[in-house]
């Protein structure tokens, strides 16, 4: 059992190293290709969490070297028709290689329908149901940038994966489903448990965690108490609580009560600074992933 804090995982770093990778690759495959990879990003609601991301998606892949554009839309005004056009040009746009819709949709759009109208093979948000299912089954496709993200956190992070424990509080298709997914592929062999809303006595399934991966959304949810001595605690959760030492008047905590946890944990991620940064350097991964697949295509 640790008797000092564990060790940080430090998510800009991790992240930093990875856009470094994805800025090198982008390099060569501009070397190899005519044009840098391209991501286009549709926005269409007015939710301020929204337009941080995508502003910080279009700063990271500029860094990058990757050529991304937002297209936006009235929140108001646009209709499924419209989106559903602008995903077809898209799909069929040779000088595109990733596309990505940022969520939520206004309510009356049907949100299945355009994610399914994405080709998948530009879809590196990677939620269209058919590299869902390459997923599921451990095909080649693309993976939901934050699970991902977690993994190459994980394996540079030199967590033992294999054989472990992962307990994973969440079932989300964004992040608790694919994860799962991805700690029982034979590449990285962990024996899993998935907790949602309806599990009982959720501290009896976390205490039994070897690695502990939170992503429900509610501070303070998982207690020190919750954490097996010696875990690797991911948290996923981004949750505002009321601060007034901030000018803002709030602070950004994550599901797990950090400093409790740190006293036990092995290995643990702060929030901010953990899972956010590397799901968007994941994002970038993919966007390239996206355009040197492509590009091969086009070569055979
Ligand atoms: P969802 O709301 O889609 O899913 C939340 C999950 O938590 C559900 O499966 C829900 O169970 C479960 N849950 C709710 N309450 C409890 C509880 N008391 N005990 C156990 N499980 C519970 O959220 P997301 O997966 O989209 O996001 C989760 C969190 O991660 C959010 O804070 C989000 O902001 C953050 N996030 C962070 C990202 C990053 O890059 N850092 C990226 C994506 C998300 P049920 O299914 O039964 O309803």
């Known amino acids: 059992m640790p008797d000092t804090d564990s060790t940080l995982i430090d998510g800009r770093a991790l992240a930093a190293e990875v856009r470094e990778e994805v800025q090198q690759a982008v390099a060569e495959h501009l070397d190899a290709g005519p044009r840098p990879p391209a991501l286009r990003v549709i926005l269409a609601n007015d939710s301020a969490a929204s337009a941080s991301y995508v502003r910080g998606k279009e700063k990271a892949a500029a860094e990058a070297g990757i050529d991304a554009e937002t297209l936006r839309f009235d929140p108001e005004e646009v209709t499924e028709d419209e989106l559903l056009g602008t995903l077809a040009r898209l799909n069929s746009d040779d000088e595109v290689d990733g596309i990505l819709v940022q969520l939520p949709l206004p309510d009356r759009i049907d949100e299945e329908k355009v994610i399914q109208a994405i080709a998948p093979a530009k879809d590196v948000d990677g939620f269209h149901p058919q590299n869902t299912g390459r997923l599921m089954t451990g095909a080649d496709g693309f993976v939901p940038a934050t699970p991902a993200g977690i993994m190459e956190m994980l394996r540079r992070s030199e967590v033992d994966i294999e054989g472990a424990h992962a307990v994973i509080v969440g079932r989300s298709n ?78 950004l905590v994550g599901d797990v009560d950090f400093d409790a946890a740190r006293k036990r944990a092995s290995q643990i991620t702060p929030v901010p600074g953990g899972v956010g940064p590397m799901t968007i350097a994941m994002l970038l991964k993919n966007t390239l992933k996206a355009a040197v697949g492509r590009l091969s295509e086009r070569e055979t």
């Open 174 to 251: 964004l992040v608790g489903r694919p994860l799962a997914n991805l700690l029982l592929h034979r590449d990285a062999n962990a024996t899993v448990t998935v907790c949602h809303s309806r599990t009982r006595a959720l501290g009896q399934h976390t205490r039994t965690a070897d690695i502990l991966v939170s992503a429900v959304g509610r501070a303070g949810l998982i207690s020190g108490d919750m954490v097996k001595a010696g875990a690797c605690v991911i948290d996923v959760g981004i949750n505002r609580v009321d601060d007034d030492t901030r000018e803002r008047g709030y602070r």
